[in-house]
C-alpha cells in the first residue's frame, strides 16, 4: 500500500505545476483523498480534499481559487493544479487517504497514510 506524489518543482511567481498522487496496493476511488502541505516552521496545512465520487471538494482559503483538484479512478490518480503560485506556496506537498473508508473530507485532517512528498518551490 503506497501513495507516491510527483510533479514539484521550482517555479516562477505566478507560475502553475501539477501535482500527481499515484496510489499502488490498494484502489484510490475507494477513497477520499486529501493534499496537504508543510514548510520549514510551520505546521501542516490541509490544502485541499476530493471526495470518492469527486463530486464534493474542499480548499483552504489560502489556495481556494488557484488551486484545483481532481481524481482519475482508471489512473489510480489523483491530482492538485496549482495555478498562480505565490512564494507562501513554497512547501512540501503530499497526499493523504484513510483507508478504513471510514472518514470522509469532513475529517481529511485526520487522513494518516500518507505519501513521502513533493517539494515545491515558489521563487523568482
Known amino acids: 500500500v503506497q501513495l507516491v506524489e510527483s510533479g514539484g518543482g521550482l517555479v516562477q511567481p505566478g507560475g502553475s505545476l501539477r501535482l500527481s498522487c499515484a496510489a499502488s496496493?490498494?484502489?484510490?476511488?475507494?477513497?477520499?483523498i486529501g493534499w496537504f502541505r508543510q514548510a520549514p516552521g510551520k505546521e501542516r496545512e490541509g490544502v485541499s480534499c476530493?471526495?470518492?465520487?469527486?463530486?464534493?471538494?474542499y480548499f483552504a482559503d489560502s489556495v481556494k481559487g488557484r488551486f484545483t483538484i481532481s481524481r482519475d479512478n482508471a489512473k489510480n490518480t489523483a491530482y492538485l493544479q496549482m495555478d498562480t503560485l505565490k512564494p507562501e506556496d513554497t512547501a512540501v506537498y503530499y497526499c493523504?487517504?484513510?483507508?478504513?473508508?471510514?472518514?470522509?473530507?469532513?475529517?481529511?485532517?485526520?487522513?494518516?497514510?500518507r505519501g513521502q512528498g513533493t517539494q515545491v518551490t515558489v521563487s523568482s
Open positions: 493523504a487517504t484513510d483507508l478504513s473508508g471510514f472518514l470522509s473530507c469532513v475529517d481529511f485532517k485526520y487522513f494518516n497514510s
Open positions: 476530493i471526495n470518492v465520487s469527486g463530486g464534493t471538494t
Open positions: 496496493g490498494f484502489t484510490l476511488g475507494a477513497y477520499a
